[in-house]
């Protein structure tokens, strides 16, 4: 059975910081990306991050480059998004997702789509105060 544990969620500051975790089970992370979305009260799910650790490919949003880092420790699998300067409007549900080969190969293509990712982990709330 594939599990995805999303954890670190809190609540912090206007430009504080949070590492959110995902630990993976039931699949290797050699073999999909992992990817960070998020829901903001009243709105639809958006793309954040994604990681290929076969590669090593790393994909960002543009509004989260320079602020959010997403790295993997293969060892554990387990899936981090490192997030700093947080704003006000980063407030949301964080969920990981794991994909296969197309979600790895849109982090190439430099896209991430919540249609590539096939498991969900249930998610962990950000709240950032201003």
């Known amino acids: 059975e594939v599990q995805l544990q999303a954890s670190g969620g809190g609540l912090v500051q206007a430009g504080g910081s949070l590492r959110l975790s995902c630990a993976v089970s039931?699949?290797?992370?050699?073999?999909?990306?992992i990817g960070w979305f998020r829901q903001a009260p009243g709105k639809g799910r958006e793309g954040v991050s994604s990681i290929s650790s076969s590669d090593g490919s790393k994909y960002y949003v543009d509004s989260m480059k320079g602020r959010f880092i997403i790295s993997s420790d293969n060892a554990k699998n387990t899936v981090y998004l490192q997030m700093n300067s947080l704003k006000p409007e980063d407030t949301a549900v964080y969920y990981c997702?794991?994909?296969?080969?197309?979600?790895?190969?849109?982090?190439?293509?430099?896209?991430?789509?919540?249609?590539?990712?096939?498991?969900w982990g249930q998610g962990t709330l950000v709240t950032v105060s201003s």
């Open positions: 997702a794991a994909g296969g080969y197309r979600a790895q190969h849109m982090i190439v293509k430099g896209n991430l789509e919540s249609l590539d990712y096939d498991y």
């Open positions: 039931g699949l290797s992370l050699e073999d999909h990306a």
